[in-house]
C-alpha cells in the first residue's frame, strides 16, 4: 500500500484538510514537532534530506511538499526517482492545483496516490452542512441550509467559519432560515424581491444601494443578471397562467417554490403587464450580451440596466 500522496486540486481548504488527515494518520501530536517537515518544490535538497532521514522516536516521517502545481523539471525527476524506490519510513505528500494534462500530474498520479481536492458542487456543500450540524446535536432547516449553500457558493473556508458561528448561536436548539439571514445574510432571492420593489417605486436611491449590497457579498453583475432573468421567466409563467383562468392557489402550486416566495411572486406580478416583462426581458438579455462580449464594463452595464428599469 502507498504511503505517497498526490492532493490535487482547486479548493485550498480541502487540499489543508486531506494534509492534516494524512498527518494525523501517521503521526501523534507530540511526534509531529520532530518528523514533519514542510517544504516548497524549489527546496529540493531539504525535501531528500528529510525523505532520508530516519523518524525519531516514531514510526514516520511526514514531509509535505506545498503549492507544487508549478514544480520544475528537474525536481520532478528527482522526486519521481525517489518514488521508483521509496523509503519504508517517509510519506511523501505532494499538493497543489495541477492540470492533468501536463507531465507533472501524469507521471506523479501514476507513481502516488492522488487525492482530489476540488471545489465541491451546490449538493455537495448543502450535505456537508447538513452532516456538520448533525455531528453537533443541532436541528437546521431545509431553507436554512439553502440560504447558507447560496450565500457562501463553494468558498469552503467562508462555510466553515458561518458553520461554526451559527453552532455557537444555536447552543443546541435549532437553526432556522431567519437566523442565517441575521448572522450570515439575506439569500440573493430575497435581495432580488427588494431590488425589485424598489424599482417599482421608483427609488433610485434604495436601488442603488441594494445593487452595492449584492457587490459587498462578493455577487457578480452576470449573477445578478441571472436571479433577473429568473424572476421575469415567474412573471412571464404568472401572466400565462393567469390568462388561462387559473386561480391564485393553483398558480402558487404551478411555480412549485415555497408558499412565501410563490405568494410573493404572485402579488408583485400584478406590476407586470406582458409588455413590460418583455422589454425588461430584451433589456436583461442585451446587457448580459453586451458584457460577455466586452462591449460594455459589467458594473456600467448593471447600473444602465437599473436606469432603464427606472425609467419605466
Keep these: 500500500m502507498s504511503h505517497n500522496y498526490l492532493i490535487t486540486g482547486n479548493d485550498p481548504y480541502i487540499r489543508e484538510r486531506e494534509i492534516k488527515r494524512i498527518r494525523g494518520k501517521y503521526l501523534s501530536p507530540g511526534e509531529e514537532e520532530l518528523n514533519y517537515s514542510v517544504y516548497g518544490c524549489e527546496d529540493i535538497d531539504g525535501i531528500m534530506d528529510s525523505l532520508g532521514t530516519m523518524p525519531f522516536l516514531a514510526d514516520k516521517r511526514v514531509v509535505l511538499v506545498k503549492d507544487a502545481g508549478d514544480i520544475n523539471e528537474s525536481a520532478l525527476e528527482t522526486l519521481l526517482n525517489y518514488l521508483s524506490s521509496p523509503s519504508d519510513t517517509g510519506v511523501l505528500v505532494i499538493a497543489g492545483e495541477f492540470d492533468k494534462r501536463k507531465k507533472a500530474y501524469k507521471e506523479l498520479s501514476s507513481a502516488m496516490e492522488v487525492l482530489r481536492a476540488d471545489k465541491p458542487d451546490a449538493e455537495t456543500v448543502k450535505g456537508w452542512i447538513r452532516k456538520y450540524f448533525k455531528r453537533e446535536g443541532i436541528e437546521i432547516s431545509s431553507d436554512a441550509v439553502e440560504i447558507i449553500a447560496e450565500l457562501k457558493g463553494d468558498d469552503t473556508i467562508g462555510i466553515k467559519a458561518e458553520l461554526e458561528k451559527l453552532a455557537g448561536f444555536a447552543e443546541g436548539g435549532r437553526i432556522e432560515a431567519s437566523h442565517v439571514q441575521q448572522l450570515v445574510g439575506r439569500s440573493v432571492a430575497d435581495t432580488v424581491f427588494d431590488l425589485v420593489d424598489a424599482i417599482n417605486a421608483r427609488k433610485s436611491e434604495w436601488v442603488f444601494g441594494i445593487l ?9 453583475p452576470q449573477e445578478i443578471l441571472g436571479y433577473l432573468g429568473w424572476y421575469l421567466r415567474m412573471m412571464q409563467k404568472i401572466a400565462l397562467l393567469s390568462g388561462r383562468g387559473v386561480p391564485s392557489e393553483g398558480i402558487v402550486r404551478e411555480l412549485g417554490y415555497k408558499p412565501g416566495y410563490a405568494r410573493r411572486l404572485l402579488r408583485q406580478a400584478r406590476d407586470y403587464p406582458v409588455k413590460r416583462i418583455e422589454k425588461w426581458t430584451r433589456a436583461v438579455y442585451e446587457t ?22 427606472l425609467s419605466g
Design 212 to 220: 452595492k449590497d449584492l457587490y459587498d457579498n462578493k455577487k457578480q
Design 288 to 309: 448580459d450580451r453586451d458584457i460577455k462580449t466586452g462591449k460594455r464594463d459589467a458594473v456600467l452595464a448593471m447600473e444602465m440596466l437599473m436606469v432603464e428599469f
